[in-house]
């Protein structure tokens, strides 16, 4: 298993930088973050969560044709129809907040061999894929909260978990 980075670790923050090499390394890196996602019980896991400033993001929602390898992902296109969802993060444990997101998306990404493909999301899929982009851009789902309400939760999680300094 990985470790996985939660909130006040820096490399939370940074932008990643895209994948270069595609190679059997990589492969090895990906099945550990599928493990490391699945013994944590989470549905989406990025590369800086587990301390790689690299553009490259897991899924797994569960459902057939949804365990996915996303390497250099570029969000191309968002319907304008928003919807709320609860989001939690492995970064920010026990934290849970309703975020409001796109309700279908547009990708464009590599896979594990370097090939492009592109995919169309809703639902679920959808939302997970925004939320596992965003950290790719040093963005939380806390970002995504009313100050009020972000401040409140983090109060809370922080009564919860000692940050580490």
Do not use: W
């Amino acid at each position: 298993m990985l470790e996985i980075y939660t909130l006040g670790e820096e490399i939370l923050r940074e932008k990643g930088t895209p994948v270069k090499i595609f190679d059997n390394a990589l492969a090895i890196l990906v099945d550990a973050m599928f493990e490391t996602m699945g013994e944590a019980d989470g549905i989406g896991l990025a590369a800086p969560q587990i301390g790689l400033a690299q553009r490259l993001f897991v899924v797994d929602t569960r459902r057939p044709n949804e365990r996915l390898v996303f390497i250099n992902p570029q969000i191309i296109e968002t319907s304008v129809e928003q919807v709320s969802y609860e989001e939690g993060c492995l970064s920010i444990p026990d934290a849970f907040a309703h975020i409001v997101r796109p309700a279908e998306v547009t990708v464009q990404a590599q896979d594990l061999r370097g090939k492009p493909f592109t995919i169309k999301a809703s639902d679920l899929l959808a939302r997970v894929i925004q939320h596992e982009n965003d950290h790719l851009n040093g963005v939380l789902f806390i970002d995504h909260m009313e100050e009020e309400a972000r401040q409140k939760l983090l109060e809370s999680y922080y009564r919860r978990h000692k940050r580490r300094d």
